[in-house]
């Protein structure tokens, strides 16, 4: 490039063409809008290469006005987007591209997902939800039960012994209660 190019930084250069930073930038990296040496855009050239761009943008707007007579944007799932605007239709589709892809990655996650859980039970790793209720249930009520008749059982046997004879007693009594625990048959032993 000459040295006498005045040069404008790319934000600078994106708030005259109305663009924000990210869209200059990518313009450069694909050719479209040239860069200085010092990493700025030459104004020149680069209002020149906007100019030619947005000549695009007329042309593209004709042939899609020619193409959009026919659509009707709710088909298409373009509601309030103007099909005479290319601008408004290019967002639109990279919208909806990127709602694809998001769509598409959430459903391959799910899909692995769901094969893992299919393994998981394949292999036995799984046990039917009302099954472990069942069992919970059922070992709760004993449990409770032999809570409940600790009083009854052991009140008569405590009578008149001594501290250490008396937690002794009661130590075995919450021995028992915490083997029915064990009763379930979701425990390994």
Same mark, same amino acid.
């Given at each position: 490039?000459?040295?006498?190019?005045?040069?404008?930084?790319? %934000?600078?250069?994106?708030?005259?063409?109305?663009?924000?930073?990210?869209?200059?930038?990518? %313009?450069?990296?694909?050719?479209?809008?040239?860069?200085?040496?010092?990493?700025?855009?030459?104004?020149?050239?680069?209002?020149?290469?906007?100019?030619?761009?947005?000549?695009?943008?007329? @042309?593209?707007?004709?042939?899609?006005?020619?193409?959009?007579?026919?659509?009707?944007? @709710?088909?298409?799932?373009?509601?309030?987007?103007?099909?005479?605007?290319?601008?408004?239709?290019?967002?639109?589709?990279?919208?909806?591209?990127?709602?694809?892809?998001?769509?598409?990655?959430?459903?391959?996650?799910?899909?692995?997902?769901?094969?893992?859980?299919?393994?998981?039970? @394949?292999?036995?790793?799984?046990?039917?939800?009302?099954?472990? !209720?069942?069992?919970? %249930?059922?070992?709760? =009520? !004993?449990?409770?039960?032999?809570?409940?008749?600790?009083?009854? %059982?052991?009140?008569?046997?405590?009578?008149?012994?001594?501290?250490?004879?008396?937690?002794?007693?009661?130590?075995?009594?919450?021995?028992?209660?915490?083997? =029915?625990?064990?009763?379930? @048959?979701?425990?390994?032993?």
């Amino acid at each position: 490039m000459k040295k006498n190019v005045e040069t404008i930084s790319i %934000r600078g250069f994106a708030g005259l063409c109305g663009k924000n930073h990210t869209w200059v930038r990518r %313009r450069i990296q694909d050719g479209t809008l040239p860069v200085a040496d010092d990493g700025k855009v030459p104004i020149e050239e680069g209002l020149e290469a906007f100019k030619k761009m947005v000549g695009n943008l007329a @042309k593209t707007a004709k042939e899609a006005e020619k193409i959009s007579t026919d659509i009707d944007p @709710k088909e298409i799932g373009l509601e309030g987007v103007n099909l005479k605007n290319p601008v408004e239709v290019s967002h639109a589709f990279s919208v909806a591209r990127l709602l694809e892809k998001q769509v598409t990655a959430r459903v391959k996650t799910a899909e692995m997902e769901l094969k893992a859980i299919e393994l998981e039970a @394949k292999k036995g790793n799984f046990i039917p939800k009302e099954e472990v !209720l069942a069992d919970a %249930r059922r070992v709760a =009520s !004993l449990v409770r039960e032999k809570l409940l008749t600790i009083p009854i %059982r052991y009140a008569g046997q405590l009578e008149g012994r001594t501290q250490r004879e008396i937690e002794g007693v009661l130590d075995h009594a919450i021995d028992e209660v915490l083997q =029915s625990l064990n009763e379930s @048959k979701f425990v390994e032993q």
